[in-house]
């Protein structure tokens, strides 16, 4: 599959079809994002709402539903699971300290494992229904900065977490949740609290260059 010219950016094959409607049924009116007609997403139509949050025009709500919109696509229970996370930050009050630092121009790989902690259970960005695998698409579309070099917040998931190597910090444990034990992140422990589907770790940023 091809893509056409000029939507995809590098790795992308292809858009994500998203059921506009009942997506429609789900999220509040005051999280409701741009989205192009017909509900065809392309990542760099989520990049459009990110640089929209930046510049204070779209809130941290409708970024975090025009994320969740791509993540899900088509899958059954996304409008379901959308509408949960926003009813469990009706004002974005979380998502809003969550988010807040990745405003930075630059940014450091502890400040993004910070982030990525304040997402974690019974902290400050916690927001029900929105595990790693949700979040650290969040970060990526927020915090991510093309055609810059230094660290970048990736996407890490279940399944990137099981594969990754022992070395590269994450590993999996029960199924992909984490225990309370101490995560380690290089060659440094990590002590603070559990999160949903994998640990904070070098593999949830990436040194990239220009």
């Not at 992308?12 to 059921?19: D, R």
Request: proline share 9%.
């Amino acid at each position: 599959m091809s893509a056409p010219d000029g939507l995809a950016l590098p790795g992308e094959l292809g858009p994500i079809t998203v059921p506009i409607a009942r997506f429609r049924d789900r999220v509040p009116d005051d999280a409701w994002p741009p989205l192009p007609e017909g509900g065809v997403l392309w990542r760099r139509d989520v990049f459009a709402v990110a640089d929209a949050w930046r510049n204070g025009t779209c809130s941290s709500r409708q970024l975090t539903a025009v994320t969740l919109m791509w993540g899900f696509g088509r899958t059954a229970y996304g409008p379901y699971r959308t509408g949960v996370v926003l009813s469990g930050d009706p004002d974005g009050a979380r998502l809003d300290i969550g988010l807040e630092p990745l405003r930075a121009a630059h940014l450091s790989e502890n400040d993004l494992r910070a982030i990525y902690v304040s997402f974690c259970n019974r902290q400050a960005a916690d927001v029900r229904g929105l595990g790693p695998a949700f979040f650290t698409k969040l970060l990526y579309f927020a915090g991510y900065r093309r055609g810059t070099g230094g660290v970048q917040p990736l996407i890490l998931n279940k399944i990137v977490a099981q594969r990754l190597p022992d070395e590269a910090g994450p590993v999996a444990q029960h199924g992909g949740r984490l225990g309370d034990g101490a995560r380690r992140s290089g060659s440094s422990t990590y002590s603070g609290p559990p999160c949903r589907a994998s640990r904070p770790s070098t593999a949830a940023s990436q040194r990239v260059s220009k």
